[in-house]
């Protein structure tokens, strides 16, 4: 098969062998007409009617994808169209062979084909798309895209209701944060202008002091992921000049990182509300990144301080009342755990999910990951994984000084899908179950609620379920519930996460959604909305990404082939290519 590039004397070709040979299946007529007619056929030999319309449905998508295409790669540098497009082809050849390898398995809405795929480690289904929500999410993300290039071009964040814009990174975060949006739904001219944008306008010699945590996940994240996907090399550039300045961060008597790094000078200090110690989530969910960076570029010692940060989290006493789990904060000068609070909400949250996705993305092989995240999963399920009255709606508690606090974050929804991709070994099932139901009581956060939208935070009390938190009933356009619906349909195709995200979105659309983009709303608990007056960057880089891909086809962003950091951002999972450089950063396997 071949696919010429618009305007260039290039061709990509499909080998043959990386076509599926299918034998003692009837013979399909429409292989014979195509032949007739002259036309490469899709496999050789001869294929049963079901796989002749997967066949034909991957086809499409390829003559799809290169219609979208070639606008823009007209426009681009040859060897990088070529290269770009290339890359796609190959994708969609291994996606062919895989369907030519199941082509005697039952279908992925085949309920024993679900379970068995979960049982062997083959636990992504394939699943077609939903082309009219696919596009309905598409024009959202045009709609907050375009808004914000004509009232805030080059600021980190538009303000919809006032048509303004505001800084608080002044690395115009909605540019970097949504590059890989805009590649993935295909949004190729607005890529283009992006990129323009960050090779000439985004420069750190003359930047202050950042947050490291939100810097290292949105922008440096960002700026890899749309590297990856698109091979653009100005992308990598910038995204090594952020990491050699970010960096800086670790220099610390116990390599535990500041809060806030100067990316002009290099020094880094902690604001003053935390006494001189370091949150939890910001020093534990920086990994992905400065190994992904690390592998790119070929410099290991990228990696080696954040790493560093696993092993000696590892080493250190936990606090007897957490039960094993980890306090919220570590004292940078002692480098010991420091407080008597724990939550899988703000300041805990993403550093479970960094130790589980850190080792799935290296290839699910150093157990010194996996052990830590099976410690820590183990000691939630025995301390703070609750059942609410009447309901039995399962939530994750939080800890003060030993003593339950009953209260979940919005944040805590990522839990779910987190709980069902680490599912696997002795607990395999429980932890699946507690994904499944901890995303239903999300779903549930939303669909009791007047506006269809979940608060900030809920609190579980006897008798009721849950109530919207003391002053915590605004909604910020957060991800992290569609975030477990996208994870929860990719491994199991259960039509109720594709309907429940469709109702989070109508919501979205009804109540946040302003002539000039999208805002936070006050208090979700009133239909008569107040807006905050924010587009968040998140809502570009995950809300609209995470349902975008809810209603794809399982070939887009396959989750067998891809991590996504915390910020949606995903990255190619990387199993070779990990010497000793490396290795001696990885926690052991054992304690």
Known sequence: MLLFLPGMQREVRVPSSHLPRVEGADSDPSQDEAKAGGEESPVDGTISKELHNRFEGIMKRIQDRQDRLEAVLAKLDPALAAEVLRDDVQSTAQDLSAVGNRVNQPLANDNSYQESSRETGGRFPELPEDREKRAAVKAAMEHAWSNYRKYAWGLDELQPKSKTGNNWLGLGATIVDSL?????????????????????????????????????????????????????????????????????????????????????????????????RSVLSEMGTVQLEFLYLARLTGKPEYAAPAMDVFKHLDKIEKRPEFKGLHSLFVSVQSGEYSGSRWSLG??????????????????????GLRRMYDESSEAMHESVVLKSDPSKLTYIAELDGGRLVHKMDHLVCFAGGMFALGADGPTRDRDFSTGEEITRTCHEMYARMKTGIAPEIVEFSGGNDFRPGNRATHYLLRPETVESFFVLWRLTGDQQYRDWGWEVFQAIERYCRLPDGYSGIRDVTNANVVYDNQQQSFFLAETLKYLYLLFTSSEVIPLDHYVFNTEAHPFPIMKEGWNADYLTHFPPATK
């Open 180 to 276: 890989d949006t805009l590649w993935i739904m295909g949004m190729f001219e607005e890529f283009r202008e992006a990129v323009d944008w960050t090779k000439d306008n985004l420069n750190f010699h003359n930047v202050g002091s950042v947050s490291f945590f939100e810097t290292t996940i949105r922008a440096l994240g960002g700026l890899l992921a749309a590297h990856g996907l698109s091979k653009e090399p100005a992308l990598l550039e910038k995204a090594e000049d952020l990491g050699k300045r970010l960096i800086k961060a670790f220099e610390t008597p116990h390599g535990i990182p500041h809060a806030s790094v100067n990316l002009k000078t290099g020094q880094s200090n902690n604001p003053g509300w935390i006494r001189g």
């Open 346 to 367: 703000a300041l805990g949250d993403s550093f479970y999910e960094y130790l589980l996705k850190v080792y799935l993305w290296s290839g699910s092989q150093f157990e």
